[in-house]
T-cell receptor
Framework: SQQGEEDPQALSIQEGENATMNCSYKTSINNLQWYRQNSGRGLVHLILIRSNEREKHSGRLRVTLDTSKKSSSLLITASRAADTASYFCATGLQGAQKLVFGQGTRLTINP | AAGVIQSPRHLIKEKRETATLKCYPIPRHDTVYWYQQGPGQDPQFLISFYEKMQSDKGSIPDRFSAQQFSDYHSELNMSSLELGDSALYFC???????????????FGEGSRLTVL
């Protein structure tokens, strides 16, 4: 990957459980974003956290950012079968008109 | 609400042929981005345009070129196609941010290119 790694590469859990995905990156960032992608479809923005923020919530999503460790985590609580998708983190770099994506985590929620 | 429109959704080409992909951003979005995603891979940034000018460039092969037109739609031109160019090509657009880093991107559904 251009920017970093996501961990785990694949995650399979039961419906109702919580899912945690981690992302590491290599350079200084302006913001970090999480996107969701259903197979063969376009990416959908989930949440953006700025470099001066440590935690952000949106519905069942909780994102943390640790700039000292250059890492972020995405927590999905009370998972549903419809959450099955690939999840990518992406970093926004100051002065750059682009996002750099990580390798993604393939999440499977079993009914 | 209007989304990013990409065309064609699917195309099949032979090696050494050319292909053109089109992207129509969300109205009032002034920045367009192109990404390439191979099977099981993360999206790789190719190029972006802000107000019709190239604003950033990534791992775009010299065989590829792109531009943004006065109506803000963008086209990605690919020549001398190779088998390895088979991928999903995504276009995304974003709201004006007055410089700084990229914010939330709105993606189209992609154009699937197969090179035989």
């Amino acid at each position: 990957s251009q920017q970093g790694e996501e961990d785990p590469q694949a995650l399979s859990i039961q419906e109702g459980e919580n899912a945690t995905m981690n992302c590491s990156y290599k350079t200084s960032i302006n913001n970090l974003q999480w996107y969701r992608q259903n197979s063969g479809r376009g990416l959908v923005h989930l949440i953006l956290i700025r470099s001066n923020e440590r935690e952000k919530h949106s519905g069942r999503l909780r994102v943390t950012l640790d700039t000292s460790k250059k890492s972020s985590s995405l927590l999905i609580t009370a998972s549903r079968a419809a959450d099955t998708a690939s999840y990518f983190c992406a970093t926004g770099l100051q002065g750059a008109q682009k996002l750099v994506f990580g390798q993604g985590t393939r999440l499977t929620i079993n009914p | 609400a209007a989304g990013v429109i990409q065309s064609p959704r699917h195309l099949i080409k032979e090696k050494r042929e050319t292909a053109t992909l089109k992207c129509y951003p969300i109205p009032r979005h002034d920045t367009v981005y192109w990404y390439q995603q191979g099977p099981g891979q993360d999206p790789q940034f190719l190029i972006s345009f802000y107000e019709k000018m190239q604003s950033d460039k990534g791992s775009i092969p010299d065989r590829f070129s792109a531009q943004q037109f006065s109506d803000y739609h963008s086209e990605l031109n690919m020549s001398s196609l190779e088998l390895g160019d088979s991928a999903l090509y995504f276009c995304a657009s974003s709201l004006p941010r007055g410089g700084g880093a990229a914010g939330e991107l709105f993606f189209g559904e992609g154009s699937r290119l197969t090179v035989l």
